[in-house]
């Protein structure tokens, strides 16, 4: 088995029991559920913790499955090694300008311009940088996102998201 495969299933060793911890531990004893929350309008504050420990399971089991797939069919081998450029400076550069990034989203675009005009810029920036040169396809992509994030919350969650200052001045 490769080196780096190896590595996986180590950090999914490691990583699947915390997951598991998370959600059947500390989720419940720290994260109060009032009687009558969570009802027919309202989502249940544990409902985010749980949402992301579940994700990060399936994805960890996924990825597991994928592996055993591989596995079975004795492909393990072509599974190209990622780690090469860990630990470069080109790494720490983009970590440093995703973070600078993602700051200016939290504390700058969604506070002034609101969380769906603010996200549709994030994830268009986000996808540019992934690659994509198509001006066009990187304006649907973000737009599809924020269709899909007012779906998921405004309309089947009834979460309000927040609307920004520019919003408030235009409405009153």
């Not at 080109?90 to 973070?99: A, M, S």
């Not at 990034?101 to 920036?125: D, E, M, N, R």
């Amino acid at each position: 088995m490769p080196a780096h495969v190896r590595l996986e299933f180590i950090l999914i060793a490691i990583l699947l029991p915390i997951v598991a911890f998370f959600a059947f531990w500390y989720v419940p004893l720290s994260i109060d559920a009032p009687q009558g929350f969570g009802a027919d309008s309202e989502v249940s504050p544990r409902f985010a913790p749980y949402l992301l420990a579940a994700l990060m399971a399936a994805a960890m089991i996924g990825r597991l499955l994928q592996l055993g797939l591989l596995a079975a069919r004795d492909r393990l081998h072509a599974i190209p090694d990622d780690l090469g450029g860990t630990g470069t400076q080109e790494e720490t550069r983009r970590g440093i300008v995703l973070n600078i990034v993602v700051a200016i989203y939290g504390f700058l675009l969604v506070p002034v311009i609101g969380f769906y005009a603010a996200s549709f810029v994030l994830v268009t920036y986000l996808v540019h940088r992934l690659g994509e040169q198509r001006p066009v396809i990187v304006a649907v992509i973000g737009a599809l996102s924020v269709v899909f994030i007012y779906l998921l919350f405004d309309e089947l969650l009834s979460v309000r998201l927040p609307r920004g200052a520019v919003s408030s001045l235009i409405e009153g």
